[in-house]
């Protein structure tokens, strides 16, 4: 007989085969969208099912919360549009109305100028002050939104203004808004970034409140208004894109989000096998047999001793007209890590549930790979597995071959994300790919070292660290590159191995887990990035909610991928 899980997922995939999708399909916590264009030549975005997992995840009390966003671009002026709200972002340092608001400043009698020139209104970066409009504006409100210094302005800066904005337009239960095209070059960057933070200012994670019976409230329609712009099918591509990222952004936070007794490693790998199926991925999925078989015994030995067994996730996307670089992403999956024999204090050890952040900003990925049907072959690796105390887990001082041969003595079993990298790594070099990037939340000395604010780069080709830094200045996912000398190298040796997992304490620890990944990739160009700092845990900001996962590593990835290709 088969087993329920098995057979909920067979149904599932079954009833998503049937379904016929105009254009593409997305899947989030909030907004899900699925895209198409209407008669007008806008975009709509629509819910097709509120679920970054599979229906028998959520609990018999969840109720699904159903939101429609619909996106334009419009060549009318900003104070024509016929919507609740006007978003306009005004700059710390300007004397003088800008040209795109001007027309909004006339229509309300020059209120905007007399604020900024008596102070009653600083536009400091993500300051906000909700006016109302006089009689005959189609709009009934005017939110002024700080821009910080214009000099100052970035892609990053423009997603969290609109963040503000709209998060202020949802306070005042208003269901419709308009925006400017915020003016940056490159335009691609600007425009996705204030998309993005339209989506994601409105990011929430409710799946398991059971005393919220009310409708999530939500901006349905936003427009951003181009009047200047003729080639308003550009900034529709450069819309979409943002729509892309900021959807894969939410995917992966729905999956961060999740709790470890919901999101054990067979139910990781089940997320990514229904997303792949439903973004046009291929994907494999080896159990612990296929592991034993393939020799990936770090992987196993990091698992063995909880009752979820691990599992190695493969996903591919591989466009029929491939003219791209060949690259291979890897993600840390560690669902919950208790730090098994070598156990971690109780306390936050409920964040735990974080330590999958690299597996899920590399789905989210791949999955934007596909969504914008990106140019490169792109592979997705996940070892994932539970880490946590038993009978039969590996004990400080066990020794233990990999999967390319090399002998690890692990001397610290709370050290285990650089254990089921390792293997994923030299499978990845095997494969002769252009780059190899991973992503994990590996060391507490990472976020010691940068904080809440950048991920730490480390790697072996100065070219790939470049496209990387400069992705990460891009995307608003900033990284910053910490050492990897040579004099380093004796942090990682061991007296009865060829390596040793955990290097002396309080020293280098960052660089120490990229030492011990280096050996791994061979001579392929790597880049390895400790997102511990930032996948969860940071200052709250108008698109991250605090104590929420970030998703980080999304934008980053995707971000790198469209460079490979410019």
């Not at 960057?189 to 919220?212: H, I």
């Amino acid at each position: 007989m088969m087993p329920p899980i098995l057979l909920c997922q067979w149904i599932h995939r079954l009833c998503r085969r049937r379904i016929k999708l105009q254009l593409c399909q997305w899947q989030t916590s909030f907004p899900p969208f699925q895209c198409a264009s209407d008669k007008a030549g806008a975009l709509s975005y629509g819910n097709l099912r509120n679920s970054g997992m599979h229906p028998f995840f959520a609990p018999a009390t969840f109720r699904e919360r159903t939101a429609i966003m619909r996106v334009e671009v419009r060549r009318e002026p900003l104070c024509n549009q016929d919507v609740d709200a006007l978003i306009v972002p005004v700059f710390e340092d300007s004397n003088a109305p800008d040209e795109g608001w001007r027309l909004v400043d006339r229509e309300v009698g020059g209120l905007i100028s007399q604020l900024l020139k008596t102070g009653e209104f600083r536009a400091s970066a993500n300051r906000v002050m909700s006016l109302h409009t006089p009689a005959g504006m189609p709009a009934g409100r005017v939110i002024l939104v700080g821009m910080g210094k214009r000099k100052a302005m970035v892609p990053r800066t423009t997603c969290e203004a609109f963040g503000a904005a709209i998060r202020k337009i949802r306070e005042l239960r208003k269901e419709s808004a308009a925006g400017l095209v915020p003016v940056g070059r490159p335009a691609a960057d600007f425009v996705s970034a204030a998309v993005e933070g339209v989506v994601l200012g409105q990011y929430e994670y409710k799946r398991y409140q059971t005393n919220d019976t009310e409708k999530l409230q939500v901006v349905e329609r936003f427009v951003l208004a181009a009047p200047d712009r003729k080639d308003t099918r550009s900034l529709e591509k450069f819309t979409r894109e943002g729509l892309v990222k900021a959807d894969c952004v939410a995917f992966a936070r729905d999956l961060q989000n999740a709790p470890a007794n919901d999101l054990a490693p067979q139910g990781l790998a089940a997320a990514a096998e229904s997303m792949a199926d439903e973004a046009g991925l291929s994907c494999e999925v080896w159990d612990d047999n296929d592991l034993r078989r393939w020799g990936m015994n770090t992987l196993l030995a990091v698992g063995q001793g909880s009752s979820n067994a691990p599992r190695f996730v493969l996903l591919k996307h591989e466009p029929k007209r491939n003219n791209g670089p060949f690259v291979i992403l890897a993600g840390k999956g560690i669902t919950f890590d208790s730090g098994g024999i070598s156990l971690k204090p109780g306390r936050d050890m409920d964040e735990m549930k974080f330590d999958m952040s690299g597996a899920a900003a590399v789905m989210g990925a791949l999955r934007a790979a596909a969504d914008l049907a990106l140019p490169a072959q792109v592979w997705g690796l996940i070892p994932a597995a539970e880490n946590m105390p038993g009978g039969r887990s590996t004990r400080p001082g066990d020794i233990v071959k990999t999967y390319s041969g090399k002998t690890v003595e692990i001397t610290n079993t709370d050290a285990e994300g650089r254990l089921v990298l390792c293997d994923a790594l030299a499978y990845a070099a095997e494969q002769k790919p252009d780059a190899i990037v991973d992503v994990a939340t590996l060391t507490g000395a990472c976020v010691v070292a940068l904080g809440h604010v950048a991920a730490g780069m480390m790697g072996n080709d100065r070219a790939l660290m470049d496209r990387m830094k400069e992705a990460g200045d891009r995307s608003g996912d900033r990284v910053w590159e910490l050492p990897m000398w040579d004099a380093y190298d004796e942090l990682v040796k061991s007296k009865f191995a060829d390596l040793n997992n955990a290097g002396p304490p309080r020293i280098a620890g960052a660089i120490c887990g990229a030492k011990f990944l280096e050996p791994f990739v061979g001579e392929v160009p790597w880049v390895h990035l400790d997102v511990a700092g930032t996948a969860w845990g940071g200052t709250e900001t108008p698109t991250t909610p605090k104590e929420l996962g970030s998703g980080f590593g999304v934008r980053l990835l995707t971000r790198y991928l469209q460079n490979c290709n410019e």
